[in-house]
């Protein structure tokens, strides 16, 4: 019963209350808006701006030498640090092997063997030579017989092919010698160009074989490899210049299109571009993550000042001015910063009114003094 009371009496507390007030009708009540001075508006107008594809490129030398050693042996001494410059023929590092050593003295000792060796055939072949003489004198006055002749005409022959097969010898002992010495160099490894030691791929102590890289070697000339989308084939050409924004480095500059691989990669959809640095004063390195943006047309935008745009947590808005000079805090996506410009993707439509300069003074849902 209570309860019945209770709901009952709201019930008419509120009839009284809503019949006896006074009816509030649309438009009787005006919205108080604060002034707003010391702004300057501007239209919004769509301009023409060239418009780029970006692609992400790696930094490589032009010409990368893999170093690695001829013959099998420890590295005893490494001369060179990564990062470090060399000169062509400079010592980058040193191999321990004992067994060159050894076969360098052999081939030594077969040299002066070789060189005895003529000594002993060339005495024979005196002699046989003197020998001969007088046998033929003898033949001459039968003294001797046509065999025994005949027997030292080959002994003198037999000599004269053994003194040329103890000069053989020698020159080949001497090759050898001079493989060995060859040998006994490839202990100490050079530098085949100018360039910067990138890589070090070994350390003291360890074996080295043959065609094992020891060593990387970049000239200092530098090149941007990019992938290019399939559907800009025919946009970009050699000769181009493109601008290339290393962001490792802070740097922005221009390089120039040198190579187009006209093949297309059937995974990736895309083809490979070569591009020159143009500007070598740059700490470059092989390997360094970049983005290319080549020029493919045009395309229509709005842009509006820099100052125009204000910051809002994550958000971005600019303030719009309606007809009646009311003020309007309107968030907008923006896109790439073009020369003091910020491109607007959505939020706003050419031919709308923005306060440009002083929003610091601009009040969402004010209204421009004068217009009031």
Known sequence: MFKFTFITGLLIGFAILFGCGEKI??????????????????????????????????????????????????????????????????????????????????????????????????????????????????FEGKAVTEQ?????????????????????????????????????????????????????????????????PLIVIEEPEYQVVVSVSERFLGKIYQGMTVEVAIDSLQVNTAAEVVEIVHQINPMTRTFTVKLDLLQEDIPYRGGLYCTASFPVGEK????????????????????????????????????????GLIEILSGLEEGERIVVQGTDKAVDGGILKGAA
């Not at 490129?57 to 640090?81: C, D, F, L």
């Not at 070789?114 to 005495?123: F, H, N, P, Q, T």
């Open 300 to 339: 229509s935008l709005i842009l509006v000042p820099e100052g125009s745009v204000i910051k809002r947590g994550q958000l971005r808005g600019v303030f719009a001015v309606n007809e009646e000079g009311v003020l309007t805090l309107r968030f907008v996506k923006t896109g790439k910063e073009r020369n």
């Open 25 to 138: 009708q649309p438009g009787d009540h005006e919205v108080e808006r604060s002034l707003v001075e010391g702004v300057t508006l501007g239209t919004v107008e769509s301009s023409v701006v060239p418009e780029f594809y970006e692609a992400a490129g790696t930094i490589r030398a032009k010409n990368t030498s893999m170093i690695s050693a001829k013959v099998m042996g420890t590295v005893e001494t490494i001369h060179v640090n990564p990062g470090q410059r060399v000169r062509k023929n400079e010592v980058l590092l040193e191999l321990y092997a004992p067994d060159i050593d050894a076969k360098l003295e052999g081939a030594r000792e077969a040299v002066e063997e070789a060189r005895r060796g003529i000594l002993v055939a060339e005495k024979n072949k005196t002699l046989m030579e003197n020998t001969f003489a007088r046998y033929e004198k003898l």
């Open 148 to 212: 025994q002749f005949d027997e030292m005409k080959t002994k003198k022959e037999v000599a004269s092919l053994q003194y040329e097969m103890a000069l053989r010898a020698l020159k080949r002992a001497e090759a050898g010698a001079r493989e060995a010495e060859a040998f006994m160099g490839y202990r100490v490894i050079r530098s085949p160009l100018d360039g910067v030691i990138a890589e070090k791929k070994i350390d003291v102590g360890s074996m080295a074989s043959p065609s094992m």
